[in-house]
């Protein structure tokens, strides 16, 4: 079924696993994502980013989603990183079932105030809703500017706007590491100590097997991967542009781009929810 965030999240943080969410970009890495979902027959969240909204329109990629999608696991349709109420409001009206409003580099008060405007009306069409305390490393920062997610202020967070999940900052970044990345490990044991929501990692991709698996052991619920499948994708239409089959026909080379995508969302279900 296509269900909201809370519903796949809340059983991950019951029973001690992660469900992987997969930034999307096109109709090949749809496919490859739901592909490796219903062969695992594994919960899976598949999410857009704003700036692929406005490269293919907001209501493309639920579309897109929903065609495609022929069971064999339970799937959430997210907005990542939307930045105001009316990308999120325009993800619900186009049949989203999960957005996050991102607010983390706003003063707290109005990263409470932006983020209650959001849960208020996206709780009243029955749909989730994902908030950022702290920054993520890459694209969210600037220089100087890096901040760790505080146990007290994820508290009252989390108490002044019924957020149904919270993504924190510990060290992680969006796109590629430049250098060995390191993940505060007991904040997030901390801060999953002391809220009753599930905890969500942005910035997995180029992260170490072993620090996955200890940072769900710590307490997340929800991690990211945008970069890995991105560079599955093209390192797939490079092999398929190169192969035997290739034409002028895009059906010839984009299955390759399909297969790869497929494969690296496979591992990552195998790493996050191990059977």
């Known amino acids: 079924m296509i269900v909201t965030g809370s519903e796949l999240l809340l059983k991950a943080k019951r029973e001690g696993y992660a469900v992987p969410a997969f930034n999307v970009d096109n109709l090949e890495s749809v496919l490859g994502v739901l592909n490796a979902a219903s062969s695992l027959s594994k919960p899976i969240i598949i999410q857009t980013i ?12 639920s579309s897109l989603i929903r065609a495609n999608y022929k ?45 209650k405007q959001v849960v208020d009306m996206a709780h009243s069409c029955g749909v989730s809703v994902e908030a950022e305390l702290g920054t993520i490393g890459g694209k969210e920062e600037t220089e100087g500017q890096i901040k760790y997610t505080e146990v007290d202020e994820a ?33 997030i044991k901390e801060i999953a100590g002391a809220v009753d929501i599930p905890l969500v990692l942005h910035g997995a991709s180029g992260l170490s097997d072993e620090v996955i698996r200890n940072c769900i052991n710590a307490g997340i619920s929800k991690i990211n991967f945008a970069t890995q499948l991105r560079q599955a994708f093209t390192q797939g239409l490079k092999k398929g542009l190169a192969s035997k089959d290739a034409t002028y026909d895009p059906k010839t080379y984009l299955p390759y781009a399909i297969e790869a995508v497929q494969e690296v969302a496979t591992r990552i279900i195998k790493l996050c929810q191990p059977d």
């Open 71 to 115: 069971g064999g696991a339970d799937i959430t349709i997210h907005l990542d990183h939307g930045g105001d109420l009316q990308v999120c409001k325009d993800c619900i009206d186009a049949g989203y079932t999960s957005v996050m409003i991102d607010g983390s580099m706003l003063a707290f008060d109005k990263n409470v105030e932006l983020t």
């Open 155 to 187: 508290v009252k967070f989390v108490e002044l706007t019924g957020v149904d999940s919270l993504a924190i900052g510990v060290g992680t970044a969006h796109g590629v590491y430049k250098g060995e990345p390191h993940i505060a490990i007991d904040r």
């Open 50 to 61: 704003p700036r692929t909204l406005k490269y293919g329109g907001v209501a493309t990629y």
